[in-house]
């Protein structure tokens, strides 16, 4: 059949269009459909796009002008807060600078929007410019199987076939679902909602609030009061001339607590030092999207069966144990081994499961998989009463009698660390904390 | 900075064609479920577009005009009332992010 594609991209979305971007660059006859009228319009994240990834999608992408990044990241910090105060980790080096960066800010309305005009470029120049597509405003509506076997796909009355296809549709993975790798309904045990407002200042403004110079940028991780007991966290990312200020915030804790997402994210406004940093800012952008734990049991059962490769967080690939959320370098990262994964295929004449276990090892041996499996006890310990609320508040106390001078004798920070600490918690809960923050970290 | 209110924030996202009041909606609610056995209607405080509100006698009503297509509700749910898909982009329903 001359019509059949050797792979079928579902999902135009970070990981899509990194398998999307390898297929083109390896002379593959491919077809990503993506149900927003562009890359990008249905898509929302914080966003850092952490790692180096890519530069080996785009090289020396930093060149461009406009390459549809925000700001790099060269100064990270991470907040614990209580009612009144903040006390920061802050760590900024010019080490980061250096080119490749190790993150930049994006929004992804732009970002992918951007990387899949990059797509079409590759698609452009390779042997297949004239059968690959990217097509926008469809919505795949099932994944076609023949004998156990996915042939393709439909959308309405429509049907296109191939010998494999990449299910790279996000943390909302009905067609997972739909090929039995997830169960029907996934409960809300590990899973968040993610909320944020943009806001706009006049970028000199916003470059002199946070000290930034050139392109440079900022990423700021919040824990404790931001999100009033519910699990979860706070982010704050500067872009070129606005920030991305949310909450991710458990949707379980919110059923149970009674907590709605968008009164929370007024609540973490009001913070003294978060309403000092707003001031004068102008909302431009409100949005929503859920987003996974990091809690490997709401991983799918398989990512591959025969003729498909699941990819990003419709495999639940992400990680946030605190200081950074990773969600964008693990969607890119899979993509781009889903792609290696069927241009062996390809090569192969295989698209079994003999073959598309690769795929499964491939992922087991990256960073994705290591950190991941590595890394769960940091992800359960993130969202324990103790570290959402004990230890931001005994941070907090200890740092404001720390920093308080006052005409009287001042007590070694000994025992005003002992002090906040039988304020806060117990010596022992803080023993056990730190023995399983060493393992876990 | 003066806080906004949910209509407010909703009145920043650009939707396309939301009054087109014909169109199927994306997502079914069957509210006999909310309205019959659910001991918590959480999905009227989870739901980031207030698209779940109950009424004064405690009733549930759906509406998806103001849907921003995040997925809350299909996790939030768990008496299975919410059968969740995205919009039909043939007809051109749903959100374009700005900036995402
Ligand atoms: C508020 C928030 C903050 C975040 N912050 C960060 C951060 O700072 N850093 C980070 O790395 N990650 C962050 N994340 C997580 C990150 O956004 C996701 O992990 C990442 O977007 C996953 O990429 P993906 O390509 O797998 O899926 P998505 O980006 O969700 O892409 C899926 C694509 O598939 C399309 N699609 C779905 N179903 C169909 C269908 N049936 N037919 C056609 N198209 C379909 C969608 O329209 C979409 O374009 C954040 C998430 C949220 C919500
Ligand atoms: S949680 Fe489900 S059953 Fe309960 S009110 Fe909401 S939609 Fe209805
Ligand atoms: S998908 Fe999100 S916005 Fe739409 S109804 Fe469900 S919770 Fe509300």
Redesign the pocket.
């Known amino acids: 059949m001359d019509d059949k594609f050797d792979c079928i991209v ?8 990194a398998a999307s971007m390898m297929l083109a660059k390896a002379n593959m006859k491919f077809l990503l ?4 009228e562009f ?12 790692g180096n990834d890519l530069a080996k999608l785009v090289p020396n992408y930093w060149e461009e002008e406009d390459g549809g990044w925000e700001r790099f990241i060269n100064h990270r910090r991470l907040t614990f807060m209580d009612e009144q105060s903040t006390f920061s980790l802050d760590f900024k080096s010019s080490h980061f600078n250096e080119k490749p960066y190790t993150g930049v800010v994006v929004l ?1 309305s732009k970002f ?1 929007n951007w990387l899949s005009g990059k797509v079409q470029e590759a698609i452009d120049a390779s042997d297949y410019a004239m059968d690959s597509f990217i097509a926008t405003n ?4 099932e994944v076609l199987m023949e004998n156990g076997k996915a042939v393709g796909i439909k ?1 309405g009355e429509d049907e296109f076939h191939a010998d494999s296809v990449i299910i ?5 993975n ?2 997972t679902r739909q090929v039995g790798l997830q169960d029907n309904y996934v409960p809300a045990d590990h899973m968040l909602t ?3 407002e943009i806001i706009r200042f006049d970028q000199e403004v916003l470059e002199q609030k946070f000290q930034l110079n050139g392109l440079s940028g900022m ?1 700021n991780e919040f824990v404790g009061w931001a999100t009033d007991g519910v699990e979860g966290g706070g ?1 704050l ?1 500067t872009n070129r001339d606005t920030i991305s200020l ?1 909450l ?1 915030v458990g949707i379980k804790d919110m059923r149970e607590k009674k907590r709605s997402p968008h009164d929370l994210l007024n609540h973490f406004k009001t913070h003294p030092t978060i309403a000092d940093i707003i001031k004068d800012g102008e909302i431009v952008e409100y ?6 734990s990091g809690d490997a049991r709401a991983m799918p059962k398989e990512l591959y069966k025969d003729g498909i490769l699941i ?4 495999a639940n ?2 990680m946030n144990a605190g200081k ?8 890119m990262r899979s ?1 781009i081994l889903a792609a290696e994964t069927i241009i062996e295929a390809k090569e192969k004449g295989d698209f079994s499961s003999a073959t598309l276990k690769n795929y499964r090892a491939k992922l087991d041996q990256s960073y994705v998989m290591k950190d991941i499996n590595n890394f769960q006890d940091a992800v359960h310990l993130l969202h324990t009463e103790t570290m959402q609320k004990k230890v931001p508040n005994l941070v907090c106390d200890f740092g404001r009698q720390f920093f308080t001078i006052k005409n009287e004798p001042t007590p070694k920070s000994e025992k005003m660390l002992l002090g906040a600490i039988k304020r806060h918690a117990s010596l022992w809960e803080l023993l056990k904390l730190g023995f399983k923050a060493r393992k876990s970290l | 900075m003066k806080l906004l209110k949910l209509t407010e924030r909703l009145g920043l996202v650009n939707y396309r064609n939301q009054s087109k009041s014909e169109i199927k909606p994306h997502i079914i609610v069957d509210t006999d479920i909310c309205n019959s056995g659910c001991p918590h209607k959480c999905t009227t405080w989870v739901c980031p577009a207030n698209c779940y509100t109950m009424d004064e006698e405690n009733k549930v009503h759906f509406q998806v005009e103001d849907c921003i297509e995040c997925g809350t509700c299909m996790y939030a749910c768990d008496q299975g009332a919410v059968d969740w898909n ?1 919009p039909d982009p043939e007809i051109g329903r749903g959100v374009n992010w700005n900036f995402g």
């Open positions: 579902i999902g135009g979305g970070v990981a899509g269009l459909i993506e149900r927003g890359a990008g319009a249905k898509n929302v994240s914080g966003g850092v796009l952490w992804r992918d469809i919505k795949v509506d959308t790279a549709e996000g943390v909302n009905l067609l993610g909320i944020k990423s982010f990312y949310g991710v949005s929503a999207h859920v987003v996974s990819a990003g967080e419709a690939l992400l950074a959320i990773q969600g964008m370098d693990y969607a993509g | 995205y």
